[in-house]
Structure formats: structure tokens, C-alpha cells
């Protein structure tokens, strides 16, 4: 599809009528809402049952899920007003930083899983060979151009995640089966979206720190969720010019005491990290010390996504 075309489906699904309507109509704060209002709400999309495995594959005690969203200049792209400062910054991560990245993974002979905007790999198709190089890792959906889906229409959100999978299908070789909306931004749409197309797990939510399956409206969806959390996210934390900037090596030890815990519980630890920002020369630092306190430890298990969803889909008994 091309822009045009886009922009004539964004603009047959806002109507003047409908713009009107949603300018028009104030939002109800929260103690104004009905108790069935509050239901309907908090179980339109809603962790179901815990699909935490007793143990993980070869009788480990944790599993290990290394995530990497590979934005490069979709960041800057989105919003329609990039500068060329910022594309510069997105750049770097497939110029310099994704190789980087995966050569400290090959060192280790670790898997991992790459969430990509469509126009990520579109923009520098390079990147494909320098992933699929170990045959280890897996590709996932992030959207087209890092849309926010929480502004678009049903049907505008729709036909950008089906151009994105079918876009990363063709390039890839491989159709991906796993979805990390961009911004872990889950729209009221999404997750019929998901089911429509067939995917098999999905990575934007944070109702636990072990997998679950996603329920809809109160019935079982069949979809896996491996939960992500800001506390385990490379970009808050090492924004330079944000308030909260922290020490690489601090921000290692934090994830460090995560994944104590989560040996300790015998559950599963998930980290999502970005190229363009992980992979500076002293950020990587963190993820190094990270992986080497990990490997100190027996029974540790490291996979992709899709394996870990395979897996706990097995074990539970879900088809």
C-alpha cells in the first residue's frame, strides 16, 4: 500500500462526523464509572492463566530471554518530523551497533530475539544477513514505522501490522510468530489484530514476570504473553538527556538483582534492549556483566522468544 493510499484509509476511518463526535465527547474520570464500566475495561485485555513451566528445557531452574527492538530512525520517522541529528542516531545502530551486538551474543553462542519496524529493514537491509548469520536468532514484528497503535483506527493499525509481517516474511524468509507492539503501545484493538493474523505470542504486556496466556473480554485467546517491564529496558535509563540517566555498570547490577531473583523463583528473566542505545561502546558494558554473573550459574536455560512460547505452550497443553 502505498502513502496515499494509507492516508485515504486513516481518512475514510476519521470522518468528519466521527472526528466530531470524539473532539465533542468529554472523558469521564475514573470515579464517575460504573462498576460493569470498570469490568468491561480492565478485562478487555487480561493475564489469564500463569503458564511458568516446573522446569525449563534440559531440567533448567530459569529461563534467560534476550530481546532487542531494532528502531534505528523509525524513532525519529514516526511522528512525521525526524531531524537529521536524530536519524543520525538511528543510523548508528545498523551502521555500528547491531553488529556489535550480535558479535558479543556469537561470543557467547546465546540466542536472542529481534523485534524490527518493517522500515528498520527496509531502510538498511544489511541487517537481515547480520542476524540470521548463527542461525540462532529470531525475528519479531514491531510495527511498520514504530506507530504509536493507540492514536490509529482499527483498520489503519491492522493493515500496518499485516504490511509489516508480510514485509519481514519476504525479507526474512521466514514468517515471524511473535509481536512487540512499538512503545509496548497496546491499543484496544491489538490483540484482535493478533488473532486475526495468527501469532503465536505477543511481548508488550507487564501483569507478571513469567508467561501467561492472554485472555480477551474473560475468554482464553491461545496467545502467549511474555511480559516485559520498564525496570528491565535499556532506553529510560541511559537516555543521556533525560532525568533519570544512569552509570551503565549500575544499571548491570540492577539486572543483575532481577535475575537473582528470578533464579531464586525458578521463573524467567526477560530483558529488551535497543542497538542504537545498548550498543555504545560503554553501554554494552552492562549487558556484558550481565551475561557473565549469568553464566556462573548452573541451570540456565537461553532461547529466543518463540522458543520459550513453543515450549511453555507444550507444557500447559495448549494447541
Avoid: C
Avoid at 24 to 44: C, E, I, L, M, R
Avoid at 166 to 195: C, E, K, Q
Avoid at 236 to 246: K, S, T
Amino acid at each position: 500500500m502505498t502513502f496515499v493510499n494509507l492516508r485515504a484509509l486513516l481518512l475514510a476511518s476519521l470522518g468528519a462526523s466521527t472526528l466530531a463526535a470524539a473532539q465533542a465527547t468529554p472523558v469521564k474520570p475514573g470515579w464517575q464509572w460504573s462498576t460493569d464500566t470498570v469490568f468491561k475495561v480492565v478485562n478487555a485485555v487480561r493475564a489469564g492463566r500463569s503458564l511458568a513451566p516446573k522446569k525449563w528445557p534440559g531440567n533448567a531452574r530459569v529461563a534467560v530471554l534476550l530481546s532487542f527492538d531494532v528502531d534505528n530512525e523509525t524513532v525519529s520517522l514516526r511522528f512525521g518530523e525526524p531531524t537529521v541529528g536524530a536519524l543520525s542516531q538511528g543510523q548508528y545502530g545498523s551502521r555500528v551497533a547491531l553488529r556489535r551486538i550480535v558479535n558479543l551474543l556469537d561470543r557467547y553462542r546465546i540466542p536472542a530475539s529481534f523485534f524490527i519496524p518493517a522500515m528498520s529493514l527496509v531502510i538498511a537491509p544489511e541487517q537481515v544477513g547480520i542476524i540470521k548469520a548463527s542461525g540462532r536468532h529470531e525475528f519479531g514484528v514491531h510495527g511498520w514505522i514504530h506507530e504509536m497503535n493507540t492514536t490509529l483506527p482499527g483498520p489503519v493499525e491492522r493493515e500496518l501490522v499485516k504490511r509489516a509481517l508480510d514485509t519481514l516474511t519476504s525479507m526474512t524468509g521466514s514468517r515471524p510468530v511473535g509481536y512487540r507492539a512499538p512503545s509496548w503501545n497496546f491499543s484496544p484493538n491489538t490483540l484482535t489484530i493478533l488473532r486475526e493474523l495468527g501469532f503465536m505470542y505477543e511481548s508488550s504486556l507487564m501483569a507478571d514476570d513469567s508467561p501467561y496466556e492472554i485472555l480477551q473480554n474473560g475468554e482464553p485467546t491461545g496467545i502467549v504473553e511474555l511480559p516485559v517491564e520498564w525496570i528491565l529496558d535499556d532506553a529510560p535509563l541511559f537516555n543521556p538527556q533525560g532525568n533519570a540517566y544512569a552509570n551503565p555498570r549500575d544499571v548491570a547490577q540492577v539486572w543483575m538483582d532481577e535475575f537473582d531473583r528470578a533464579y531464586d523463583e525458578g521463573t524467567m528473566f526477560l530483558l529488551t534492549m535497543h542497538p542504537h542505545i545498548s550498543g555504545h561502546r560503554s553501554r554494552i558494558v552492562a549487558l556484558e556483566l550481565l551475561i557473565e554473573h549469568i553464566k556462573t550459574k548452573p541451570g540456565v536455560w537461553w532461547g529466543t522468544h518463540r522458543e520459550a512460547a513453543e515450549y511453555v505452550k507444550r507444557e500447559a497443553g495448549m494447541r
